[in-house]
């Protein structure tokens, strides 16, 4: 075992977009969140501003209302975050959410899947190119791309992921917390993988893997498993 372990776990936050200056209506809507049945108490924040605003006086004003901000998105509070040593996160552009087409292909021409449990949910077929900045999404099932995930685009399946070629972008299976689900592609050159909320970026992805035919899995320890499609499994 080496002296340094890197494991990553994808956890839910939510963003605070700000749009006034106005202390008061400030102070009034972070407090509103964090009351009634639906608080948002404990919840991990990542804050924006279309407006300028003090940040240090910003961060105090949502820890003490019960939140925690880890971070600002690149924008009108970037510099304020950068000298106070405050993360500063990339701002997402909008992604164009994509309809799958299913069961439209016949027998001959669907791949064999290698699924990683019986499921009653039929599978989700795309066979287009996912192209930079498209997202496709499946809730139940696994979810089967024919064709390249192009860098810029994401993947997100409640089950395994299939891609049969290029695996770019971000590939999110288990997005419901099934640690039983799977990653298999053709050629592994994704920015990241997760399954299950368990993560890994590119730099992290051992580079024997990287290209590769690859399958991922999570282990009894909550990490990540990384597989040649070649290996015999046994």
Request: one cysteine or more; proline letters at 4%.
């Amino acid at each position: 075992m080496t002296d340094l372990q890197v494991k990553g776990r994808m956890v839910s936050f939510s963003k605070l977009t700000f749009g006034t200056s106005d202390p008061a209506a400030i102070t009034k809507a972070v407090s509103q969140l964090t009351q009634g049945e639906d608080a948002y108490h404990g919840t991990l924040v990542l804050l924006d501003s279309t407006v300028d605003l003090d940040l240090a006086h910003l961060l105090k004003l949502v820890r003490d209302s019960g939140l925690q901000p880890f971070g600002v998105v690149d924008g009108m509070l970037a510099q304020q975050a950068r000298a106070l040593n405050i993360a500063v996160v990339p701002a997402e552009g909008p992604m164009q959410r994509i309809q799958p087409t299913q069961g439209t292909s016949t027998p001959a021409e669907t791949p064999k899947l290698a699924t990683s449990s019986t499921r009653a949910v039929p599978d989700t077929i795309y066979y287009d190119v996912l192209r930079t900045g498209q997202l496709l999404q499946a809730d139940a099932g696994n979810l089967v791309i024919t064709q390249d995930t192009n860098n810029g685009s994401e993947v997100i399946s409640a089950g395994s992921i299939h891609v049969y070629g290029s695996a770019n972008g971000r590939l999110i299976a288990g997005s419901q917390g099934d640690a039983t689900a799977r990653i298999f592609c053709q050629k592994l050159s994704a920015d990241l993988v997760a399954i299950a909320g368990i993560y890994c970026v590119a730099d992290d992805i051992p580079a024997k893997y990287q290209n590769k035919a690859v399958e991922i899995s999570v282990s009894n320890d909550q990490e990540l498993i990384f597989r040649h499609l070649s290996d015999n499994h046994g």
